[in-house]
């Protein structure tokens, strides 16, 4: 299976039905559009003017040969899609990126004259126009006069540029990042959350989420995801493990206020988190112990597991098998606990309906992790919390 087909499309965790309702939302926001020239746009990028970290190559959805050919059509002055950034905010001609990301980057790596900025330079591979600059560096381009006018056409090559300025709450960003996220491979809001929410814990769950084995092996990936599904992951079960009394059923406010409260207080709680990550990796193994590689991490249909995996069934498995004590508990009552999760599926339909039709509610939240925490409760012998959910003023 590729990892294209571990989740339902539909599962992708942000959708327009979890932004804000805000009256007059766009209030003030101004696009402006421009052409920036690649030699501007380079400038922009090594002046950090445009949030792009090193660490995004490890998650870079192109192969050379497509960042390649991606550069060749800039000198060749075709068309390409258009940049779209946001001005972010208290930071007047510093930019967020909303839609372009794997472009910057193909642009930065050619335009690295070292690899001292964090980014590998680009050598260019398997064009098929410009035949002769295969092999070649933007370095090579600058060194060689016979190669100037290749490099003067890269550096004044036009790329029609939007920018957001004004904008005045970050629903209307996650409005236009899900209005253009259209294409055939559906991106996940992680990357605009992280953009949006800078800080150690950002930086934490981007590089611990790409080196997890448990998640890893959970999603089929062989490297760090560029649609950021395994950061997802990550961030859904540090959510609930912490803040999970306070789910309101909008699922996007909780992992943006999950990310705001651990980038602020991450000086404090490292180790904790780190400990907790540790278990998760555990609670994935546990999983897999009992359902066995084939269906860990699936609905029962009745008849069998279904062949994707399930977001709302992770959230439940590593949320109770990351405390140790219970998995000691369970230990060797691996068929009891499959079997009363099957009986559940059957013969539950509120618990059937919380894991595959309206799973963010808060009714679906309470009703999954509190049928499942009887169910573990009633095989550990412990007396596991019944879950209840404290909305704070203002977040209904």
Same mark, same amino acid.
């Given at each position: 299976?590729?990892?294209?087909?571990?989740?339902?499309?539909?599962?992708?965790?942000?959708?327009?039905?979890?932004?804000?309702?805000?009256?007059?939302w766009?209030?003030g926001?101004?696009?402006?559009?421009?052409?920036?020239?690649?030699?501007?746009?380079?400038?922009q990028?090594?002046?950090?003017?445009?949030?792009?970290?090193?660490?995004?190559?490890?998650?870079?959805?192109?192969?050379?040969?497509?960042?390649?050919?991606?550069?060749?059509?800039?000198?060749?002055?075709?068309?390409?899609?258009?940049?779209?950034?946001?001005?972010?905010?208290?930071?007047?001609?510093?930019?967020?990126?909303?839609?372009?990301?794997?472009?910057?980057?193909?642009?930065?790596?050619?335009?690295?004259?070292?690899?001292?900025?964090?980014?590998?330079?680009?050598?260019?591979k398997?064009?098929?126009?410009?035949?002769?600059l295969?092999?070649?560096? =933007?370095?090579?381009?600058?060194?060689?006069?016979?190669?100037?006018?290749?490099?003067?056409?890269?550096?004044?090559?036009?790329?029609?540029?939007?920018?957001?300025?004004?904008w005045?709450?970050?629903?209307?960003? =996650?409005?236009?990042?899900?209005?253009?996220?259209?294409?055939?491979?559906?991106?996940?809001?992680?990357?605009?959350?992280?953009?949006?929410?800078?800080?150690?814990f950002?930086?934490?769950?981007?590089?611990?989420?790409?080196?997890?084995?448990?998640?890893?092996?959970?999603?089929?990936?062989?490297?760090?995801?560029?649609?950021?599904?395994?950061?997802?992951?990550?961030?859904?079960?540090?959510?609930?493990?912490?803040?999970?009394?306070?789910?309101?059923?909008?699922?996007?406010?909780f992992?943006?206020?999950?990310?705001?409260?651990?980038?602020?207080?991450?000086?404090?709680?490292?180790?904790?988190?780190?400990?907790?990550?540790?278990?998760?990796?555990?609670?994935?193994?546990?999983?897999?112990?009992?359902?066995?590689?084939?269906?860990?991490?699936?609905?029962?249909?009745?008849?069998?597991?279904?062949?994707?995996?399930?977001?709302?069934?992770?959230?439940?498995?590593?949320? =109770?098998?990351?405390?140790?004590?219970?998995?000691?508990?369970?230990?060797?009552?691996?068929?009891?606990?499959?079997?009363?999760?099957?009986?559940?599926?059957?013969?539950?339909?509120?618990?059937?309906?919380?894991?595959?039709?309206?799973?963010?509610?808060?009714?679906?939240?309470?009703?999954?992790?509190?049928?499942?925490?009887?169910?573990?409760?009633?095989?550990?012998?412990?007396?596991?919390?019944?879950?209840?959910?404290?909305?704070?003023?203002?977040?209904?």
């Open positions: 299976m590729s990892n294209d087909e571990v989740f339902n499309d539909e599962q992708i965790e942000d959708s327009l039905e979890d932004l804000e309702k805000i009256d007059n766009a209030n926001a101004v696009l402006w559009s421009t052409d920036w020239t690649a030699e501007t746009v380079i400038s990028l090594n002046r950090n003017n445009i949030d792009l970290d090193p660490s995004f190559q490890r998650r870079s959805a192109w192969t050379d040969k497509k960042q390649s050919l991606f550069i060749e059509s800039l000198i060749l002055g075709l068309p390409i899609p258009q940049l779209i950034l946001a001005e972010a905010h208290g930071k007047k001609g510093s930019f967020i990126v909303i839609d372009g990301k794997q472009r910057l980057l193909a642009i930065r790596r050619f335009g690295s004259s070292s690899s001292a900025g964090g980014f590998t330079p680009l050598q260019l398997g064009l098929s126009e410009l035949k002769q295969n092999g070649k560096t =933007y370095n090579d381009l600058m060194s060689d006069p016979n190669l100037d006018d290749f490099r003067s056409a890269f550096e004044n090559s036009s790329i029609r540029t939007i920018v957001i300025r004004n005045q709450n970050e629903s209307y960003l =996650y409005e236009v990042f899900l209005r253009i996220n259209t294409g055939s491979v559906q991106l996940s809001p992680q990357e605009l959350r992280q953009a949006l929410h800078p800080g150690p950002s930086t934490f769950i981007n590089d611990t989420s790409g080196d997890s084995p448990g998640i890893r092996k959970a999603l089929n990936l062989k490297a760090p995801d560029f649609r950021m599904r395994d950061a997802e992951i990550l961030l859904r079960f540090l959510a609930y493990r912490n803040f999970i009394r306070t789910y309101n059923g909008n699922l996007k406010f992992l943006d206020e999950t990310t705001r409260k651990l980038n602020l207080e991450w000086g404090n709680r490292e180790i904790e988190i780190n400990d907790q990550c540790i278990e998760m990796e555990n609670a994935f193994s546990f999983t897999e112990n009992i359902f066995t590689k084939k269906h860990y991490l699936r609905k029962w249909n009745g008849n069998n597991f279904e062949s994707r995996k399930n977001r709302a069934i992770f959230d439940i498995m590593l949320y =109770y098998f990351s405390f140790p004590e219970l998995r000691e508990r369970l230990a060797g009552k691996e068929t009891d606990i499959e079997n009363k999760f099957k009986f559940a599926c059957d013969n539950n339909s509120d618990f059937l309906s919380s894991i595959e039709n309206t799973t963010k509610s808060m009714e679906a939240n309470k009703c999954r992790f509190n049928v499942w925490g009887d169910i573990l409760s009633s095989l550990s012998g412990l007396n596991l919390d019944h879950l209840k959910f404290s909305v704070p003023d203002g977040h209904h």
